[in-house]
């Protein structure tokens, strides 16, 4: 009989195998460099609006609030978090339905964090998706909660088959079919403007969620989800910092210049760095910092933000499918007509420079006197005769 092996034996052999301590690294490498992508984002941020000057750069890591930088970060990709999540634990869940042998937490990333991500979470996400997607990419987070709830169905009840008929199959063809009902009339303007993208975004994920909500062949799930998982993990970073570098950080402001107690000669329109005691800083629109003494100042005018411009016109009773369930709970104040201040013009009321003092007209030579006057001048009269 041989001696018998205990238990912290077995998990020192467990942890010698090929891969684990190389897979542990990559764990460490990840969460060490994971908080640095948004302070990298922020300074990209910085360096862009500052048109690749260094000292303005400089002048702005100076005066720009961190708190400001970090609320712009949050508004801006605050879808992000919800897709990232999403995404990995539904291709986690799938390897682990599909090849559980090859499901390790030890040995891969997207099963670790597959493991160490809590239900709670998972409802988060959904919740903060819904409310932050576009509507167009609602049907897509729909597919995604679905795959999810069948997928966890399936590993921890798998000899319930009522529940998993009811989750894997009645669930998803009854959201598609209120999902097609929904969105009926947007399928047609969609497809009349060709908006393809959109089109397909309305149609494909309601199918989807019919169709994938089981295991896939085990000899190419590992190869699969691994694949999809890199992929998200290398379009997302991008994504998010496109889409950050074109978030405004500073107020655009207009601010009017001139002498204290003369007419205004010209309007700064820019971004307000901050006010001193003796200078007010503006980074216009050229990317030039302007240093305007306060004494100069005239005015100055908050320009609202006239929002981004909708790509497509197509909308769901009423609901424009590029709007959120947050504009359309909480709508944007409407911008009414721009203030020419605002354009970088002086109003109307005061010119841009005043008037040149008028030079004295020659006077008109004197007629030659009367015969009678001897010389002298009559008195002016005091009115018509």
């Known amino acids: ?180 009902a929904w969105l009926a009339p947007a399928l047609p303007a969609a497809i009349r403007d060709g908006e393809l993208a959109t089109a397909l975004l309305l149609v494909v994920p309601p199918l989807g969620a019919v169709v994938l909500t089981g295991p896939v062949p085990r000899p190419v799930a590992p190869a699969l989800t691994h694949s999809l998982a890199y992929a998200v993990a290398a379009v997302v970073p991008l994504v998010t910092g496109v889409v950050f570098l074109r978030v405004p950080l500073l107020p655009a402001v207009a601010v009017e210049v001139g002498p204290e107690a003369g007419p205004v000669r010209e309007v700064v329109r820019g971004q307000a760095v901050t006010v001193t005691d003796r200078m007010t800083i503006v980074l216009d629109g050229r990317g030039e910092v302007r240093f305007l003494p306060n004494d100069q100042v005239r005015g100055q005018l908050l320009c609202p933000d006239p929002g981004r411009i909708p790509v497509t016109r197509v909308d769901v009773y009423g609901w424009h499918v590029e709007e959120t369930a947050l504009d359309w709970m909480i709508p944007r104040q409407p911008v009414g007509r721009a203030d020419p201040r605002c354009l970088g013009r002086v109003p109307a009321g005061d010119p841009a420079e005043p008037s040149a003092p008028q030079s004295p007209e020659p006077a008109e030579p004197a007629a030659p006197p009367s015969p009678g006057s001897a010389g002298s001048s009559a008195p002016p009269s005091s009115g018509p005769r």
């Not at 339905?97 to 988060?124: I, K």
């Not at 509507?135 to 909660?145: E, G, I, N, T, V």
């Open 1 to 180: 009989m041989g001696p018998a092996v205990s238990e912290p034996a077995a998990i020192g052999r467990a942890d010698r195998r090929p891969g684990t301590k190389q897979a542990q690294q990559a764990q460490q490498w990840l969460l060490t460099l994971l908080p640095a992508f948004p302070v990298l984002l922020l300074v990209l941020r910085l360096w862009r609006l500052s048109r690749q000057d260094m000292p303005t750069m400089l002048l702005l890591v100076q005066y720009v609030s961190p708190l400001g930088l970090l609320s712009a970060l949050l508004i801006a990709l605050v879808w992000a978090f919800p897709l990232v999540v999403l995404v990995l634990t539904v291709l986690g869940r799938l390897l682990q339905v599909s090849a559980p042998d090859r499901f390790d937490p030890d040995r891969s990333l997207l099963a670790y964090g597959t493991v160490r991500t809590p239900g709670w979470v998972l409802v988060a996400a959904t919740a903060l998706a819904a409310l932050t997607w576009q509507l167009r990419f609602l049907p897509l987070l729909m597919m995604l909660a679905l795959w999810l709830l069948a997928l966890r169905t399936r590993l921890r009840y798998p000899d319930r088959r009522r529940l998993l008929l009811v989750t894997t199959l009645v669930l998803p063809v009854v959201a598609a079919t209120a999902s097609y």
